[in-house]
């Protein structure tokens, strides 16, 4: 009779579109490739795709639908204690605090090595030691020794080289500043956020950045008139761990080939023209198919992933929704030169590391990956990671089965807390009337029964009181959420629990306790300061290839401070406090001089969030304040011992004296300079010496 197939409309709708995307004169051996990867990467996801959904229910406290179906088989209480969330979202905070509430940047720039000089640079100090010599001897003295010219030549390499090295302290300084205010501009520490609830929630978390996109701003003209301007700003996103595709057996974002799934619209779309490597006949085509009906595919564990996200999910085609698809990895040269680009340093017989970018199997933008060693522009981590292994071990995951346990616990005692709420009854059913209610029972029933037939004058009706196990259950379930703290490493008492024991219930114990739950917090810490890490280390690539500064330019080590720098920032301050107290004395305040002061109160001011600049002045002013207060003392000695050798004048009786001039005379007539006048002179005669 032959077989009649039916399909949703959604599914023939898709079915449409694909082929006349394989009849499309746009298909090129460059897309059959990415489509061939893209269906390898989605295979390799399959598994994971289970395991994500896993940790977010865990999370939520939602039962996987094979567990729920076997609770609901035996009718007893669903309860879900929510071990996990508290501690994720302990974690979560605790991260937070120390990586985001504080003014203090999260990574630091140094110079990465010794400065060295230029050849023209060290022929100039040779010479400048040739000419001292010269001079030297012109004025008649003796011939220097070898040792005192290389001695001489030292001093001044030795001279020179710390200026460069305070210059290119100054260049790191300012370098961090910039790219500083580059993450500040990019909402770096709003992706952090993100970034940080999916390290505590999935096997890995993704920062992606910095990504250049065309962003409006506003800025106002004459008369505070409202001008709107489109600027390039360098911006961070978080990526979502469902929407990241990468090759099978990927060690890392740099290893293989890697997929992004993006949500498209006709307006995202429509601004792509113009830029570099797209194709504008490409990005037509796609509006022309696309851009009225939309374009979604249904990937694995979609629909629950937006019900647990609590978005509405609908099998009808968002008709404004065009399902993209971002594409990093190594494609061959030739398939570079079909697909349209035109670039004389390409070549036939060479892969290059592209980005590359398709709807519906219509690639429309290709460029080469601007990385000068063609890395992607993501990082990621995890909570307990796995080597040479994309994704890690989730924070659930490892408190998965004390959940179970806990669940376990929880639901007996509630099934037996009901259960043992009031009285069982056992009634023999053929000793009661026709009609006789057995299903309820009340205060003040009767119940009608006939006689024992037997002869035995056994009730017909019998009550008995179930056993109540809540205490056992209870210390079940006290366990394993106690095991909990253990395998977490987030004990109770972290995010406020009063139950604590022991040391703990005094303050320095507590405080030795928290030291030492610190400990496992700072691995997880550490784990993030990588995408900190990466995302820095591209900021400074970007500005030593595209700035136009070229006082920010230098050779730095990145280091971000977020678990080394930030978790005992309490302790630091206090450490500091106590220092100051200290050197509160007389010897210690001659040996760090008033700018090593200056700087101790600059120290603490800073990590008390006041302003700096206001309080304690900078080197510059200390150090002309110095220079001002010695030149006045030794002008006023120096007068004094003047005024003590000139004979004095006796003024006739009657007569007042003269009041004091400003320009003392010596015993022969001469003229003698103030004090302060000499001093200035000399350190002008030794400045430029």
């Known amino acids: 009779m032959g077989l009649l197939v039916v399909k949703p409309p959604v599914e023939v709708d898709i079915e449409e579109k694909t082929k006349l995307i394989e009849d499309s004169a746009l298909e090129t051996r460059l897309a059959g490739h990415v489509k061939g990867c893209l269906e390898k990467a989605k295979r390799a996801?399959?598994?994971?795709?289970?395991?994500?959904?896993?940790?977010?229910?865990?999370?939520?406290?939602?039962?996987?639908?094979?567990?729920?179906?076997?609770?609901?088989?035996?009718?007893?209480?669903?309860?879900?204690?929510?071990?996990?969330?508290?501690?994720?979202?302990?974690?979560?905070?605790?991260?937070k605090d120390i990586m985001l509430t504080q003014n203090e940047r999260v990574f630091d720039l140094t110079p990465s090595k010794e400065p060295s000089l230029p050849e023209e640079m060290q022929a100039g100090i040779v010479d400048l030691v040739r000419s001292e010599a010269e001079e030297y001897l012109m004025q008649g003295n003796e011939q220097l020794h070898p040792e005192t010219f290389r001695a001489r030549m030292e001093e001044v390499h030795e001279t020179v080289m710390q200026k460069l090295r305070d210059e290119a302290k100054d260049a790191a300084?300012?370098?961090?500043?910039?790219?500083?205010?580059?993450?500040?501009?990019?909402?770096?520490?709003?992706?952090l956020k993100d970034v940080i609830t999916d390290f505590v929630t999935f096997p890995t978390a993704i920062m992606k950045g910095p990504v250049i996109k065309r962003k409006k701003g506003l800025k106002w003209g004459p008369k505070f008139t409202p001008i709107v301007m489109t600027e390039l700003v360098r911006t961070f996103e978080r990526v979502s761990p469902f929407d990241i595709f990468p090759s099978p057996g990927s060690r890392g974002p740099d290893d293989g080939y890697l997929f992004q799934r993006h949500p498209l619209t006709r307006k995202s779309m429509d601004e792509m023209r113009g830029l570099p490597g797209v194709n504008e006949q490409a990005l037509i085509e796609i509006l022309d198919r696309f851009g009225r009906k939309g374009l979604q595919s249904f990937e694995q564990g979609d629909s629950e992933r937006r019900i647990l996200e609590n978005k509405p999910y609908n099998l009808v085609v968002d008709e404004d929704h065009m399902e993209g698809w971002e594409f990093w990895g190594s494609v061959s040269g030739t398939w570079l030169i079909e697909w349209g680009i035109k670039d004389k340093f390409i070549r036939k017989d060479r892969e290059y590391e592209v980005n590359l970018w398709m709807v519906g199997g219509i690639v429309f933008k290709t460029v080469i990956n601007p990385d000068p060693l063609g890395r992607r522009p993501y990082d990621i981590t995890s909570w307990e990671e796995i080597p040479d292994s994309f994704w890690g071990v989730a924070l659930p995951?490892?408190?998965?089965?004390?959940?179970?346990?806990?669940?376990?616990?929880?639901?007996?005692?509630?099934?037996?807390?009901?259960?043992?709420?009031?009285?069982?009854?056992?009634?023999?059913?053929?000793?009661?009337?026709?009609?006789?209610?057995?299903s309820s029972m009340y205060p003040w029933k009767i119940w009608q029964t006939t006689s024992d037939r037997t002869g035995g004058g056994q009730p017909a009706i019998r009550f008995f009181q179930?056993?109540?196990?809540?205490?056992?259950?209870?210390?079940?379930?006290?366990?394993?959420?106690?095991?909990?703290?253990?395998?977490?490493?987030?004990?109770?008492y972290v995010y406020g629990s009063s139950s604590v024991s022991g040391a703990g219930r005094t303050a320095s114990g507590l405080s030795m306790l928290m030291d030492n739950a610190s400990k496992g917090i700072k691995q997880a810490i550490s784990n993030i300061d990588r995408i900190v890490s990466g995302t820095v280390h591209r900021l400074y690539l970007h500005n030593m290839m595209y700035d136009d500064d070229p006082y920010i330019k230098g050779d730095y080590n990145i280091h971000a401070r977020g678990a080394i720098g930030l978790i005992h920032k309490?302790?630091?301050?206090?450490?500091?406090?106590?220092?100051?107290?200290?050197?509160?004395?007389?010897?210690?305040?001659?040996?760090?001089?008033?700018?090593?002061?200056?700087?101790?109160?600059?120290?603490?001011?800073?990590?008390?969030?006041?302003?700096?600049?206001?309080?304690?002045?900078?080197?510059?002013?200390?150090?002309?304040?110095?220079?001002?207060?010695?030149?006045?003392?030794?002008?006023?000695?120096?007068l004094a011992q003047l005024q003590q050798a000139q004979p004095q004048q006796m003024q006739p009786m009657g007569m007042e004296a003269p009041q004091a001039t400003a320009v003392p005379q010596m015993a022969d007539g001469g003229y003698v300079k103030p004090m302060a006048e000499q001093v200035l002179e000399s350190l002008a005669m030794t400045n430029q010496g």
């Open 45 to 95: 996801k399959t598994e994971l795709v289970e395991r994500l959904l896993k940790c977010q229910r865990q999370r939520r406290g939602e039962y996987d639908p094979d567990r729920a179906a076997e609770i609901a088989a035996t009718g007893g209480s669903d309860i879900y204690m929510m071990i996990t969330d508290v501690k994720c979202r302990a974690a979560e905070s605790w991260i």
């Open 173 to 191: 300084r300012r370098m961090a500043d910039k790219i500083d205010d580059q993450m500040r501009l990019g909402k770096f520490g709003h992706s």
């Open 397 to 438: 995951e490892i408190m998965r089965d004390t959940q179970i346990m806990c669940n376990a616990a929880a639901r007996s005692l509630a099934n037996n807390m009901g259960i043992a709420s009031g009285p069982q009854a056992e009634v023999t059913v053929d000793r009661l009337p026709d009609g006789e209610e057995i």
């Open 466 to 492: 179930p056993n109540m196990n809540a205490p056992e259950l209870l210390a079940v379930y006290q366990h394993f959420a106690k095991q909990a703290d253990e395998v977490t490493g987030i004990p109770n």
């Open 570 to 638: 309490e302790q630091l301050q206090i450490r500091r406090n106590e220092f100051l107290a200290a050197t509160a004395n007389p010897v210690d305040l001659q040996i760090l001089g008033t700018q090593g002061r200056a700087a101790l109160l600059r120290e603490l001011a800073r990590g008390l969030q006041m302003d700096v600049d206001k309080l304690v002045p900078n080197e510059e002013s200390i150090e002309d304040r110095e220079i001002q207060t010695k030149a006045q003392a030794m002008a006023q000695q120096m």
